[in-house]
């Protein structure tokens, strides 16, 4: 028995269906409210602490500070991955 209505974000954030459809909405959504949050940045409403990679991906910030910060932290990412496969 389920009443969850798939292909919305709420079905993915809030009842943990990790369906293709929900996913999908999902990813969309966050898209949406990075954008949104980009043009509060852009407008100056909203001030975010710079050089940090949250900052680089929720609001879109390229400025050189998050910029650096989102490098470093997908050079880790990236190292991560690759001590994993070698694990495997
Ligand atoms: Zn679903
Ligand atoms: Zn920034």
């Known amino acids: 028995m389920s009443d969850l209505v798939h292909g919305r974000a709420s079905t993915y954030q809030h ?27 852009v407008a100056g409403r909203v001030h975010p ?13 390229r400025c050189g500070d998050c910029r650096a910060a989102a490098s470093i932290a997908q050079a880790a990412f ?11």
């Open 15 to 41: 009842r943990g269906c990790r369906c293709a459809d929900c996913k999908k909405a999902n990813t969309e959504s966050q898209k949406r409210a990075n954008h949104r949050r980009h043009a509060e940045l």
């Open 78 to 88: 990236a190292a991560a991955r690759k001590v994993k496969a070698a694990q495997a």
């Open 49 to 61: 602490e710079h050089g940090t990679y949250s900052t680089y991906c929720n609001y879109l910030c």
